[in-house]
């Protein structure tokens, strides 16, 4: 018999779709273990028996056409219906700790943290200065003799005829200056100043020789570096004989200066001696 279809008493032939009742009599209708007739409004709370195959009392009303309706849908909508809020419950959770836990990392990596603020160094004071008792001597520097390999001359400023004595045993003597008329064959004579000339005397008592290229000599006039003259016509050259020990040499030099009355003239035999100024 096909399924939903209503039971028939053995023997007994009944229009489709109508019921069939054991004792022959019909049960008023709205009354329990009675189907409703095809298309009949049921009131409310009035239910009819449960059609053959379902349980005893569930009041499942008849689908027109005398069927009972299908109930195997409504535990498939409950359980697809709670897969959907576990779904989205899980869902909810895996935001939730995902953005618990990235906003502890933003944190950690370049989000705005406050760092501790470092504590100032405490600097220890300089010693002050040590208290003597009285005034405090000041220190002698010791007065060396500048090294000077050829010889050192104590006098440093002189006269002009004065002698100026290194400790080798060289001596030198500057004469006066005094104003002259330079050859026209001469050199270094501009003509924008006054010539001067002046006689120096060497004496080599020391026990090198010197050469007289090796001697040093200059003139300072009004504070300025002075011009020297060559004047061969006029005997004042320049001496190339060397100086042997114990012997002497006489000769004169000539400059350009700027100021006759204000002038200076340094001497030294050499690099190796200190210079002396005659004035």
Do not use: C, H
Not at 22 to 50: H, K, M, S, V, W
Not at 158 to 181: N, S
Not at 217 to 237: K, L, P, V, Y
Request: aromatic residues 10%.
């Amino acid at each position: 018999m096909p399924y939903g279809q209503p039971a028939y008493d053995p023997g007994q032939t009944t229009p489709y779709s109508q019921p069939a009742y054991q004792t022959g009599e019909q049960a008023p209708y709205g009354q329990p273990d009675q189907y409703a007739p095809p298309g009949a409004y049921l009131p409310p709370g009035a239910f009819p028996p449960a059609p053959p195959g379902y349980p005893p009392g569930t009041g499942v009303a008849a689908a027109p056409g005398g069927k009972p309706p299908s109930g195997g849908k409504g535990p498939i909508v409950a359980l697809i219906i709670g897969a959907a809020v576990v779904l989205i419950g899980v869902v909810v959770a895996v935001l939730f700790l995902t953005g618990v836990l990235g906003g502890k990392d933003q944190g950690k990596a370049g989000g705005s943290t406050t760092s501790p603020t470092p504590k100032a160094t405490q600097t220890e004071a300089p010693p002050s200065p040590t208290q003597t008792d009285g005034p405090i001597e000041p220190t002698e520097m010791p007065t060396e003799q500048p090294d000077y390999p050829g010889g050192y001359a104590e006098a440093d400023l002189l006269t002009f005829g004065e002698w100026a004595v290194w400790d080798d045993g060289m001596e030198v003597q500057v004469g006066a200056p005094q104003e002259y008329t330079p050859d026209e064959t001469n050199a270094g004579f501009t003509g924008t100043g006054t010539a001067l000339r002046f006689t120096v005397t060497f004496n080599n008592n020391s026990s090198v020789s010197l050469e007289p290229i090796m001697f040093f000599i200059e003139m300072i006039s009004a504070g300025q570096d002075s011009e020297r003259i060559f004047d061969t016509a006029m005997g004042i050259d320049l001496p190339t004989d060397p100086v042997l020990p114990g012997e002497a040499l006489v000769w004169d030099v000539a400059f350009e200066v700027a100021d006759p009355s204000d002038v200076s003239v340094g001497v030294a035999p050499g690099w190796q001696y200190n210079t002396v100024y005659f004035e």
